[in-house]
């Protein structure tokens, strides 16, 4: 089925995303299969977590085969009846994990770990680069105080900064992570006997988001990198990630590696194409930054909020309320950082709790 730019291969999958359904458990490929785990409360619906049956460890009868896990989604009860469901249907149960991959630190991807590796003993592992908030665990009050602040700077309104900011039942969710046991390099085949899947970092929806590349069955499990048709959320949120849109762009160049391959993504459905719909991703974004150029040469935003509130969105600015007015603002901010790296000399202010960056625009 040819979906202008991209071919979908997954029909089912395709129809169950259109008719808004979980679509069921597939074998994609000998020892591949996906498992879609409830994304619960969200429009999302699900994560598509990905199954890689490798070896035994020491080889013909050496030994339990290794498996690895990517992305396990949305951690609830719900959710794991499914993914164990899905493991018993690919004839394996959680003992079996060798390995769990997350390709970035969001909760419908990295929420389900600690569950599945209290199970399974198996290790987490995260891209190299891939930022986790320990660094608040000692201080909720300054967590909550310098995310507000944030807010503030970017010109919110008081009347929204309650329902924009992050509160201290958030700082508990959030620091509720424990360190992964490993970190994957760019480049680096994944410790799992008789897999061939390499890292590949890709910046930008998070600081140290990683695909992976399955060489030996021509596979690339893109994580949310790159969707077949939702473009990826990019923003100004994660301490210490400078650019994120610069780095977002630089990650679309390398996808190359995987042009040919079957395309594997964290949400909606398989496809072919992927090259195209990289181009695509790259028009839309830098369509929305010339749209944030237009509303700086007209000269009457001054914050982030003016810049926000004058952008095209889907149904209306105004219908932007609570989390979803939060990503609105942080994806402006994002493109107000890279405009300025690219050298737009027009004044806003940009914070992001501590430090705080002053940005030429």
Not at 51 to 66: F, I, N, P, Q
Not at 91 to 111: A, E, N, Q, W, Y
Not at 206 to 212: A, N, Q, R
Request: one cysteine or more; a negative charge.
């Amino acid at each position: 089925m040819e979906d202008i730019l991209i071919t979908v291969t997954a029909e089912e999958q395709f129809q169950a995303w259109q008719s808004k359904v979980m679509p069921a458990v597939e074998q994609v490929r000998p020892g591949v299969w996906s498992i879609p785990v409830p994304f619960v409360g969200n429009p999302m619906r699900y994560t598509l977590c990905y199954v890689l049956v490798g070896d035994t460890a020491g080889g013909a009868g050496g030994g339990a085969r290794e498996v690895a896990l990517v992305d396990p989604g949305w951690d609830s009860d719900e959710g794991w009846a499914v993914l164990t469901a899905g493991l018993s249907t690919a004839g394996l149960s959680p003992k079996d994990i060798t390995g769990i991959v997350v390709t970035h630190f969001h909760p419908d991807h990295l929420g389900m770990a600690a569950r599945l590796r209290e199970a399974s003993g198996a290790w987490v592992a995260l891209g190299e680069h891939e930022l986790l908030p320990t660094h608040w665990r000692s201080d909720p009050g300054r967590f909550v105080t310098e995310d507000r602040e944030q807010f503030t700077a970017w010109g919110v309104p008081a009347e929204y900064l309650d329902e924009v900011s992050f509160q201290a039942e958030t700082w508990a969710q959030m620091t509720n992570v424990e360190e992964p046991q490993r970190r994957l390099a760019d480049g680096e085949l994944i410790p799992v006997a008789g897999l061939k899947v390499r890292v590949l970092s890709t910046p930008g929806h998070t600081p140290g988001s990683i695909c992976l590349v399955d060489e030996a069955n021509q596979l690339i499990l893109t994580g949310d990198h790159v969707l077949p048709k939702i473009t990826p959320h990019v923003s100004l949120e994660a301490q210490n990630h400078v650019d994120p849109l610069g780095d977002y762009f630089t990650s679309l160049d390398i996808m190359g590696v995987g042009a040919d391959m079957e395309v594997l993504p964290a949400h909606e459905y398989r496809f072919r194409g992927l090259m195209a719909r990289v181009a695509q991703l790259r028009e839309h974004t830098l369509e929305r930054s010339r749209e944030v150029i237009a509303v700086l040469d007209a000269g009457e935003a001054g914050s982030v909020w003016d810049v926000s509130k004058e952008l095209t969105w889907s149904r209306g600015f105004d219908s932007l309320r609570g989390f979803t007015l939060r990503l609105a603002l942080a994806e402006t901010a994002s493109h107000l950082v890279y405009l300025s790296a690219q050298g737009r000399d027009v004044a806003i202010e940009v914070s992001r709790g501590a430090p705080t960056l002053f940005v030429e625009v």
